[in-house]
């Protein structure tokens, strides 16, 4: 009897080992930004990245077309516009069909666009940063697998080792239900409870984003 009610007790922790909580390289070195980009900070976002000066926040475009200068803050309320999903490099093979994606409704992102771009209806070229906090700490695999259900038309998911430490990347090729194509590429970011997505994504010509995407994550720094 005796027995049997130890095994009992030991029944529910079978299977319960250490939660995998993915960290990331808390000594980085600083990011070489290259000639002709901007570096933008985000503290709502707690991050930092780069970008060619073509690519802007809605408040910079805001602040262009009323003539004025100088750098200006994301405002918060300026992401409130709808737009597309995020961005890839765009294998060969059929596309899947995906609903309009709308920008983030909250002030915990950064939204970059590239300039010039006119005519998009479903994807529109552009940059996010999305931030989310997870209790206890998640794995970079639990959170990629989020982004992979989130689109349909996966084409790749591979992890990058850069400066900062494992990175998830995932290429979609999508195409809307009134339509028009995507390419989205997404990078997922864990360090701990922290959870980055950034999202990069066109209706225009892939390289649109393929071009410059690897090369910005490299500068993508967490803001503590």
Request: net charge neutral; with cysteine.
């Amino acid at each position: 009897m005796w027995r049997r009610a130890l095994l009992l007790a030991l029944l529910p922790l079978v299977g319960c080992g250490p939660k995998e909580v993915t960290t990331l390289n808390a000594s980085a070195p600083e990011p070489t930004v290259p000639t002709q980009w901007q570096l933008h900070n985000e503290p709502r976002a707690k991050a930092s990245i780069a970008a060619p000066i073509d690519w802007r926040t809605p408040q910079q475009e805001k602040n262009e077309m009323a003539g004025g200068t100088g750098q200006v803050e994301t405002d918060p309320n300026s992401i409130l516009d709808m737009g597309g999903s995020a961005a890839g490099s765009l294998p060969p093979g059929p596309m899947s069909v995906s609903p309009t994606f709308e920008e983030p409704r909250t002030g915990n992102a950064l939204v970059l666009r590239k300039k010039g771009m006119v005519g998009e209806t479903s994807f529109p070229t552009r940059i996010t940063v999305e931030y989310e906090t997870v209790a206890g700490g998640t794995s970079l695999a639990e959170q990629a697998k989020k982004v992979e259900g989130k689109f349909p038309g996966l084409k790749s998911s591979e992890q990058l080792s850069l400066a900062i430490g494992p990175v998830q990347k995932l290429v979609h090729r999508v195409k809307s239900r009134d339509g028009e194509t995507g390419t989205i590429v997404s990078y997922v970011v864990v360090d701990k409870e922290d959870v980055w997505n950034v999202r990069f994504q066109t209706e225009q010509d892939q390289a649109t984003v393929t071009s410059v995407c690897d090369q910005v994550m490299e500068t993508f720094r967490p803001l503590k």
